[in-house]
């Protein structure tokens, strides 16, 4: 089991790569689950009343000295025939986590009366998703990421036909990944890197879209990892 303080943001590292860092195993001898359990309907029966679960990973080894900073993602799952997560590629520029697939969000605005604001807010700034297409189920336990940001994520369901306009400073790319591609632990490979002394250890998630590999780890694939602990329980 990945140590839930054992998981470090390593992308400021020079010449670093996850794609490179070898995969120890892949967690193909758990249940992935049921494609009934994730519909619409299911999953407003799981958050509405959720059973005894426990979150894998909860926090990361701080890479950053500074004072935490809370913030809130949109986990977007689109109401599809086969439901999708909504899934965006960070800009090379940004300060933290550039060129990585995240969640849209972003940090809690004084106005923001609750995570859940936060997180729709964020969501059509960066991608011009409309807040009322989102029917929120719930939130997830705190997120912490090596760069000392305490994330709440929250889940919503997301209606189809939406137009997006992503802003282009924060987001270079925006695509959807199956939900049962994602719930499925033969798809969640286990990674982990020594640096300075320290074993540090993550999940992935590679998704092939097309001719586009799309390289799922750190705070996104740990989150995710956590919705499968919830589904699955």
Same mark, same amino acid.
């Given at each position: 089991?990945?140590?839930?303080?054992?998981?470090?943001?390593?992308?400021?590292?020079?010449?670093?790569?996850?794609?490179?860092?070898?995969?120890?195993?892949?967690?193909?001898?758990?249940?992935?689950?049921?494609?009934?359990?994730?519909?619409?309907?299911?999953?407003?029966?799981?958050?509405?009343?959720?059973?005894?679960?426990?979150?894998?990973?909860?926090?990361?080894?701080?890479?950053?000295?500074?004072?935490?900073? +809370?913030?809130?993602?949109?986990?977007?799952?689109?109401?599809?025939?086969?439901?999708?997560?909504?899934?965006?590629?960070?800009?090379? +520029?940004?300060?933290?986590?550039?060129?990585?697939?995240?969640?849209?969000?972003?940090?809690?605005?004084?106005?923001?009366?609750?995570? !859940?604001?936060?997180?729709?807010?964020?969501?059509?700034?960066?991608?011009?998703?409309?807040?009322?297409?989102?029917?929120?189920?719930?939130?997830?336990?705190?997120?912490?990421?090596?760069? !000392?940001?305490?994330?709440?994520?929250?889940?919503?369901?997301?209606?189809?036909?939406?137009?997006?306009?992503?802003?282009? +400073?924060?987001?270079?790319?925006?695509?959807?990944?199956?939900?049962?591609?994602?719930?499925?632990? !033969?798809? +969640?490979?286990?990674? !982990?890197?020594?640096?300075?002394?320290?074993?540090?250890?993550?999940?992935?998630?590679?998704?092939?879209?097309?001719?586009?590999?799309?390289?799922?780890?750190?705070?996104?694939?740990?989150?995710?990892?956590?919705?499968?602990?919830?589904?699955?329980?």
């Amino acid at each position: 089991m990945v140590s839930k303080s054992s998981i470090s943001s390593l992308s400021k590292l020079p010449n670093f790569d996850p794609r490179q860092v070898p995969v120890l195993s892949v967690d193909s001898h758990l249940p992935a689950v049921a494609l009934e359990s994730l519909q619409p309907e299911a999953l407003r029966r799981r958050f509405a009343n959720p059973p005894s679960w426990q979150p894998e990973v909860l926090a990361e080894k701080r890479f950053l000295e500074r004072a935490p900073i +809370h913030a809130s993602v949109l986990v977007p799952i689109v109401v599809r025939e086969q439901p999708t997560v909504l899934l965006t590629e960070r800009t090379m +520029h940004l300060s933290t986590h550039s060129g990585q697939i995240a969640f849209p969000g972003g940090k809690v605005d004084d106005d923001d009366v609750d995570a !859940a604001a936060t997180a729709l807010r964020e969501a059509q700034e960066e991608l011009g998703l409309e807040p009322s297409l989102v029917h929120v189920l719930g939130t997830l336990p705190h997120y912490v990421t090596g760069s !000392a940001f305490i994330i709440t994520p929250v889940v919503g369901l997301v209606q189809p036909g939406f137009s997006l306009i992503p802003n282009s +400073h924060e987001v270079a790319d925006v695509f959807e990944v199956p939900l049962e591609f994602l719930m499925n632990p !033969a798809n +969640h490979q286990r990674h !982990a890197f020594e640096w300075e002394g320290v074993r540090r250890e993550w999940f992935s998630m590679p998704y092939q879209d097309h001719l586009t590999q799309r390289f799922i780890w750190g705070a996104t694939a740990g989150m995710l990892r956590n919705i499968y602990r919830l589904l699955s329980a």
